[in-house]
């Protein structure tokens, strides 16, 4: 690791952590940010000391670079909170206690793999998966329903409404897939990166970390003293330590990550099956009206749709249906009428 850019990220880790204190003024928060802006220079006076002992010129007064002076003004202006992926993305350790976590859950170290509470996270996040699966369903069903009405709405020729339909389907779950792809494969690095940043940490200055993660615990309301001794206790033990600062520190779960290729898979799935419905009646031949056919079925897609994502808003599910086919009835007449009128147009 290059001393000078070690340097330049702890002092720029304090800049930021000296926002956070500001915008938390008043408040505990307050605090642990001052104390780890405290920590970060005294890191950044080890890698100083560094370079001087291997010849190299001290660098001068830290100058904060324009994204850094950004973001600090929107922890001003927005709070530490809305902000928190970003922060912990430029190395801004402590989001963890915007999580959520009561102060009686910082006296538990991690939970071991298969652990009652771990299995309770591992259902949370199938819960998300699940609300992504509805959503990527919903879009494909009302993207490609709109691209077939508007498409039956200039032409009454089915082999055009199908090419556009199968047409509409791919493209569409082929850019969801490498869209989420990219999305999840771009946040898998950064976490991996902020992990090894944390190893490194941890196998060079144990010490400074359990300060860091006592500051954490004492944020979250464990008493002082009681926070350093558990913080001691987690960082000597090398097996587990990498995995409650990623946990304190990053908020990340190191077991967790995502996987880019699972997550492509999911949405090239969700969105063409969400895209297949409204084209079924065209491709499977609903002889004589296989557009009603479309609508009818639509229409039932996005009901259920919308019931389904009841479980996740606490709504009642015939209203959450009903507006969701409100909706989706309003997209799919925009679309029908503006392909007639440009199918007059051109005919």
Known sequence: MNPLDS???????????RACADAENGTVRAELFRRLAGEAEAQAAIWRAQLTARGYPAPGPFVPDARTRIVANLVQW????????????????????????????????????????????????????LRAAVFGV???LVSNAGLILGVAGATSDVRMIVLSGVAGMAAGAFAMAAGEYVSVKSQRELYEYQIALERDELAQYPEAEAQELALIYAAKGLPVKQADRLAKRLVADPENALDTLAREELGLNPGQLGSPIAAAVSSFVAFAGGAFVPLAPYLLGAAPNPLGWTIGLAAAGLFSVGAVLSLFTGRNGVYSGARMLVLGAMAGAVTFAIGHLLGVATG
């Open 7 to 17: 340097w330049a990220e702890e002092q720029r880790s304090a800049y930021l952590y």
């Open 138 to 140: 919903n879009d494909g």
């Open 78 to 129: 927005l709070g530490p909170r809305r902000l928190k992926n970003v922060l912990a993305a430029m190395k801004v350790r402590g989001m963890a206690i915007y999580g959520g976590a009561a102060a009686s859950d910082a006296v538990h170290p991690a939970p071991a793999p298969g652990a009652m509470l771990e299995r309770r996270h591992r259902g949370l996040g199938g819960s998300g998966n």
